[in-house]
């Protein structure tokens, strides 16, 4: 694509797989669930021809990067762990951090743990939300939306992999990027491949070509899901080892993109903690709040001239 350069890179005992192209200040991309360093394609291009180093990882569990067999290997430390790593290797003392999704999540526990290491972040889709005091996260959603909600359905081993196999990599991938089902996403058992997109459409929309979607094809067929869906299984661990945390404010000056129609922007109560001030007492450098009208969760595809152009306009102040 252009110019960009593949690489390996040893990072925290794995072998990372990181694209990158330009030169100039340390652009960090983090891509989520199921996306790969591709995800930024648009960004990289773009921010390149702008001054910028762009450096995007396939993160641990995807892609061309190794993934380690155990669950208990895909923790919030493990995955920050590889990002310090990494950017230890880039020779740089700080970056600009920009990340969606499971790489957002990922975002503000490298913010928590290493500011030292983040100039400023630009968020997109999923917000820092304090850790709740008693409730194990998995739990807590389990109250909220019942066992069928995608992330209760998620924590079994082999059980969504072999819903996955059954229906393909294609039709998960296209089920999964082209959605615009707002709310909760649930799963029910037994109408796997139609959960977010029961009415799917055989025409991709303008935004995700043949090609874009035959690429991550390409990765997910050869590496399955597991990696992946082992970031969702460590989400009651990542709640017991954050108890130290508890609390915690975010003190990186930090942007925030969503799309109105995101799956998580319109669960979990996240519209109403980011417009009634809770969000912007978790992280008191909250500089702006950006709602993409008419956009869903992959904003960093779907409106991806817009987010370029917001990512651009905030690290330039920095």
């Known amino acids: ?5 593949h690489r390996t ?15 100039g200040p340390v652009v960090l991309f983090l891509h989520g669930f199921p996306e790969l360093w591709y995800s930024w394609r648009h960004q990289i291009l773009a921010l390149s021809q702008k001054g910028y180093r762009c450096v995007a990882p396939d993160l641990r569990g995807f892609g061309d990067t190794d993934a380690p067999s155990s669950v ?5 430390f493990h995955i920050v762990g590889d990002l310090v790593a990494l950017i230890q290797s880039l020779q740089v003392e700080k970056v600009l951090l920009v990340a969606h999704d499971w790489g957002a999540l990922i975002g503000w526990y490298l913010c928590m743990f290493r500011p030292d290491l983040v100039k400023a972040y ?8 304090p850790r709740h005091p008693t ?6 959603m389990r109250h909220l939306y019942g066992d069928d909600y995608y992330i209760c359905r998620f924590q079994e081993e082999g059980i969504m992999e072999a819903e996955m196999a059954r229906v393909g990599s294609e039709y998960v991938m296209k089920n999964f990027l082209t959605t615009r089902k707002t709310g909760p996403p649930i799963f029910p058992k037994g109408e796997h491949g139609t959960v977010f997109l029961p009415d799917m459409k055989e025409a991709l929309p303008s935004w995700l070509t043949q090609q874009d979607l035959a690429y991550y094809v390409s990765k997910f067929e050869k590496t399955g899901f597991t990696g992946g869906l082992n970031y969702y299984r460590n989400m009651n661990n990542n709640w017991e080892l954050l108890a130290p945390w ?9 942007k925030f993109i969503t799309g109105e129609l995101d799956v998580v922007y319109t669960s979990l109560g ?8 809770g969000f912007k007492e978790t992280v008191p450098n909250l500089e702006e709040v950006i709602i993409q009208q008419g956009v869903g969760h992959f904003n960093n595809q779907e409106a991806s001239h817009d987010i370029t152009n917001h990512i651009y306009d905030f690290i330039t102040k920095f």
Do not use: R, W
């Open 246 to 254: 508890s609390g915690a404010k975010i003190k990186v000056p930090a």
């Open 1 to 5: 694509m252009e110019g960009i350069q």
């Open 72 to 76: 208990d290997s895909y923790s919030g």
């Open 122 to 129: 630009v968020c997109l889709s999923v917000p820092f939300v």
């Open 135 to 140: 409730v194990p996260t998995v739990d807590f």
């Open 270 to 277: 996240i519209k109403d903690y980011i417009e009634c001030g």
């Open 9 to 23: 890179v040893q990072v925290n005992g794995i072998n990372m797989h990181v694209a990158e192209k330009g030169q």
